[in-house]
């Protein structure tokens, strides 16, 4: 798969004013989460569109206490870029809140319960949306009692990992037991839910506002759209149009945005969906500060509205000068 950003218009320039009104801009990258790889490839490709639009941005890679990045700062707002646990669990979201610095992206609590896979699923049950049937699991001897009460294949997951780490997919007790093994040593919460077969879709949200709906599918080596497959492949394909009627796809919209309200998110993320051999669409979960490398998706769906990268994100930091302001 070519880069995406090198065919994007290369002529976008920020209005001077709203570059003046935005001030100097921190890009938040890196951090020290499992995925720091793909938050540092986020960051850079961030800062280098923020830059090229003619906004005063530049990085800093985020490591160790968090709470520096606040002391006596250079700057007069942040782009968050970091993914996983720190920059995406709610806590560098409350550290900026405290200090009266404007951010990009969700809230302390929105952030913080869409990183927690199970408790997001808890609030899309609680609303009525639908979620695959679920448990948690905190033992090994649970093995034989959620195969009973739910239907294998089962997907076994960390709760707090966000790109797809420690997924697997487990079709007996003993699979399972090992998938609750690799998963606990990453996370004391592990979720196991029921493996919905068919197409798996996601959804960019962008101001309360859908963008086209993107059909992933990897190739016959990863089992699903997993970690290689989502950022070191280059044989995974990535469906827009998404293949579905426009009836379909309108539907699948509606259900995205509906998760990212109920969640309680702002400005901007993605919603992934899976879609079951009936038809009947299907929440898996919400991530609050979606990838911004080559491989990513917000990037490939606002580009398919007409949104090339360099305003995609100009307009997530436009959103910032209304809490400035509020």
Request: hydrophobic share 45%; aromatic share 6%.
């Amino acid at each position: 798969m070519t880069d995406m950003h090198h065919n994007e218009v290369q002529d976008y320039r920020a209005d001077p004013a709203l570059v003046k009104a935005l001030g100097r801009v921190a890009v938040f990258m890196g951090g020290d989460s499992a995925e720091r790889d793909v938050s540092l490839k986020s960051g850079k490709a961030v800062l280098a569109a923020l830059q090229s639009a003619g906004v005063d941005a530049f990085g800093v890679d985020v490591r160790g206490c968090l709470l520096k990045t606040v002391e006596n700062p250079d700057f007069d707002r942040v782009f968050i870029a970091l993914h996983g646990r720190g920059g995406e669990d709610g806590t560098i979201q409350a550290i900026l809140s405290q200090a009266g610095i404007p951010y990009t992206g969700s809230e302390m609590l929105a952030s913080a319960l869409a990183m927690d896979k199970l408790r997001t699923k808890y609030v899309f049950e609680g609303c009525g949306l639908p979620t695959p049937r679920f448990r948690a699991m905190i033992s090994e001897s649970e093995a034989a009692g959620i195969l009973s009460e739910l239907r294998a294949p089962l997907s076994v997951k960390p709760a707090h990992e966000g790109s797809s780490i420690g997924i697997r997919k487990v079709n007996s007790e003993s699979e399972l037991v090992e998938a609750y093994r690799a998963a606990a040593a990453m996370d004391d919460l592990v979720l196991v839910e029921e493996w919905i077969e068919g197409p798996e879709f996601t959804v960019s949200l962008l101001q309360d506002r859908a963008l086209p709906a993107i059909g992933l599918s990897a190739s016959t080596e990863h089992a699903f759209y997993d970690y290689e497959a989502k950022y070191l492949a280059d044989d995974t394909h990535y469906r827009i149009p998404c293949g579905l009627a426009p009836e379909d796809e309108l539907r699948l919209q509606h259900l995205a945005l509906d998760a990212f309200r109920v969640v309680g998110c702002r400005t901007w993320g993605r919603v992934d969906v899976m879609q079951d051999a009936d038809g009947q669409f299907w929440l898996l979960e919400v991530n609050t500060v979606p990838g911004m490398t080559d491989h990513s998706l917000v990037p490939m769906a606002a580009r398919a509205a007409g949104i090339g990268f360099e305003e995609l994100v100009v307009r997530i930091l436009r959103d910032t000068l209304e809490d400035a302001n509020a």
